[in-house]
């Protein structure tokens, strides 16, 4: 049974209004993020949304995941971004950025017909025998711990997929240093 | 032999194991003659040896079309038909005289062993089929490449090859100075090997291709010396109003095809068998047909592209346009006379047209100079004579007309060409520029040519009806048979648009009497013209004027024996000089069905008719004869360059009627506006080069630029692109 | 709550695609990009909730990747500054033709 199906009483009533806050902080600061005239506003508007999400995340039973969105996707991945606005000296933004006012509604029509056709697919329905009891994954994590819950999966049917997953960091870091490189520094070293 | 593909008749056909298998032979030897003389053309065009003569040679020994041409050219507006030519021997013209003649004789002489075989292999009631090879099996249409052998086809190819024999070898002499020589003999050749298969065909897509053959070789034989523009025309003409015929002939090929499932002669004798009489099926196929023969045997209004021929050499005129092509025709009503005796209203076309012909051309033929133009009106006319034969259901009075009409036109051709040989020999020692076929500049040539003179009297006696010649008893036949059923037949009790038949007959003879007459004026005006009074061909030419040489007279003499006696094959019975009606015994098992079909038990005309008729054929004859001799005077005649002009009446005549004018201004005008104008400018440089072509590139281009315009390098545009696939892929799923 | 989850990552998603059509500086695109990878991981999220663990897994890898992806993708953008001295998006058309 889906959560939604369930008669809101039986969740605390913090408990929704939280959520709910959590919900439109994240959607405000993206879009002032979108909105925003110089690159490091956005980002940082951008960190304030990936906040949010982790405190989504922790209230839908995916402690681990919450964590792990602070520390690689707000402390690293972001960290980065403003690393490269920093160095390339774009932090007072350029004048006129973004498109015309044209582009721009022709933009949002864009993305409320993806809305709308995301909302149409989400009236499909799931067999019953797929979900699982309410609460299901909170006592797990009450019992076995935050991180049992994926770490069970992630070295037992997805393990393939995680060594590839290292392969392709490497790749990556080759990559990045690679391409990094000064001109003349390529061809030396 | 040949392998058979499957024998036509089972082993009781009284021919199988005789000489009568070896039939392929006749038209094969032909074509082999073909072969050779097509490779010793084609081997002396390109490698000219040093006797060969350049053009520039050509120009200069006075067959220069500079200098001759514009000088020749008949008043009368058509093609110049004067054998102007370069002068100059062919170095293969010894092996071509051997060659072209002698393919000719063997297969005459094998026709003739055939004939003899025939004779006496007894009563043959069935045709002798020999099926060589399945030619076009579609769906469930066979057609096999079959030769027919039956009385008709035999006496047909005896005249094929006998006369084509004789007019081979007097070419041998007329042509011997012309440097196309074996061009000449190799085309010659050709029209005999498709003629021959248009009579021996078994089915009428064989006999198609013999047509559509003889209109070939006619195209390539008149235009021979193309070099001249008028000639080239006069090729083209006669190709192309054949061709309409031809589109008559194939229409009525798949209608006998669409409702008899087949196209041999037996098979179409069986299908006829069950069709109504007088329907409307059988009579547009027969009107069809005919249609076929309007165009290839010069009846009106086809008829306009036969004088015009008379541009190319005239031993073609003999052979072609006077004995065999023009007669394809005819025999090709007699070979369906299955088909016209049940169908009376086309037979009454086929008379009238018939009888107009005769009168028509007859009418024209009153007023021409030019001497072989006389004769090519005298051929529509008599052509016009043998379709009033076959078309009231008498047909082998009609063939019988056509084999003495051989005889006698090709005498009076080939004695033409003579005629014209011995002026243009005697011109062309003195450089003389006129015209050697005009008879103003002709005359008493008797003194000078008396063999060819007394030769073509008995032509002109036998064409004009004068007993005891050929032409006396066919011509008299055909009008007696008409006049016969006028009275009653089939034919006459059908109805043309409301007329009854018998009425139209009735007229036909009446024109056919009147024809009669002024053949015997014109022919005795073309003697008196040409071989009595005082001669105007010129002081200086007259000492050259002499006899032909043996090779071009013996024919002649060959033929005018034949015309003398020719017309005892089919005596009538009133008649009795010696076997009665030989050939109608003859193609009794061909034609005799049909012949009584026709005629539907009418009585015996009574003997004192008969004499009564033939008497009236034979004094109106013999009338215009004494007409033409009492009231012309070839002595007020001038030679051709200071002949006057002429007014009123004459004037139409010898513009023939105005009809070619008639015609270009209001079909071929038309048409090459048209095709220029429209279909030139409309549809073929604007719509199918300008929208097609043009129009194609143009539009790969545009589809082209549109693609080049999402290449623009932008990013954002990718994005945006990228975006709208992902609208498109989630919109498939969300609507579904 | 996976209702309310859905709607929320719908939400973000489109502000991504928004961002992505609308902005010409590459590095606020590329960070768009970051937003709609983020939104798909709180899809996951929630019915990981209802579905099972797997779906954290997959976040899981989505990080990952996005990680790899971030570095590399700037690594690019450094170089093409370095050769362009711009990240304006009009302005790079290398590709046009």
Redesign the interface.
Known sequence: M???DMPHGT?PLLY?FH??LF?LI??VS??L??TRKS?VA??LW?VN??FS?AA??V????Q??GA??VL??AG??MV??LF??M??N?GHG?IG???GLG??L???A???A??AQ??AL?RAS?AIN???PAGY?AQ?VEQTGAIA??A???FN??LL?FEV?SV??L???V??????K??GERDAG | MLPLLQAATANTHPLTRTIAEWVWLVPLLPLLGFVINGVLSLAAAYHPGPADPGLAHDETTGGGASEHAHADHDTDGGATGNDHHPVARHRFSGLTSIVGPGVLILSFLLSAAIFLAMRGAGEISAPFVQRYFSWMPVGDMHIDAALQLDQLSMMMTLVVTGVGALIHIFSVGYMQDDPGYPRYFAYLNLFVFFMLLLVLGGNYPLVFIGWEGVGLCSYLLIGFWFSEKANADAGKKAFIVNRIGDFGFLIAMFMIFANMRTLDFTGVQQGAASLPVGGTLVTAICLFLFLGCVGKSAQIPLYVWLPDAMAGPTPVSALIHAATMVTAGVYLIARSSMLFSIAPVAQIVVVLIGALTAIFAASIGLKQWDIKKVLAYSTVSQLGYMFIGVGSGAYVTGLFHLVTHAFFKALLFLGSGSVIFALHRAYHHTGNHDDAQDMRNMGGLKTYMPVTFWLMWIATLAIAGIPPFAGFFSKDEILGALFARAQHSTIASAHLFGIPGSAWLYFAYLLGLVAAFMTAVYMTRMMIYTFHGPNRTGEKERGYLAEAPWIMTGPLVVLGILTAVGGWINLPEFAPLGRVGALEHWLDPVLGEPTARVIAGAGETSTGLEYGLVALAVLIAVGGIALAWTRLKPETLVPKREAPQEEGFEKVLINKYYVDEIYDEAIVEPVVGISRGLLWRGVDAGLIDGLGVNGSAYFARFVGWIGSQL??????TY??VL?AGVLAVLGAFSIR | ??????F?S???????????????????????V??ML?AV??TF??F???????G??F???V??????????G??????L??HRQT????N??????
């Open positions: 889906l959560a939604q969740l929704t959520f709910y919900g994240a959607i993206a879009l993020f979108v690159p956005a980002a951008l949304t990936m999400l989504l995340y209230m839908l039973d995916a681990f995941i792990i969105q690689v996707y690293a991945i980065v971004f490269v606005i160095l390339l774009l350029v950025d973004a498109r582009w721009k022709t933009a949002g864009v993305g409320l993806i809305l995301i909302f989400t799931t797929l979900t699982l994954t797990q819950p994926i069970g999966p992630l049917e997805y997929a997953t392709l960091l790749a990556a870091i990559g990045a240093v690679v391409l990094g000064q001109r | 290449q623009s390098g932008q990013l954002g994005a945006w975006v | 709550m996976l209702a309310e989850a859905l929320f719908a939400v973000l998603f489109t502000i991504g695609v928004f961002g992505v059509l609308i902005r010409r500086n590459a590095i606020i695109v590329f960070m768009c970051e937003l983020n991981n709180l999220v929630a990981a909730q209802a579905y099972g663990a797997a954290q897994v976040v899981f890898f990080m990952t990747v996005a990680a790899a992806e971030a570095a590399v700037l690594a690019i953008i450094i170089a500054f370095r990240v304006n998006l009009q790079i058309n290398l590709l046009k033709g």
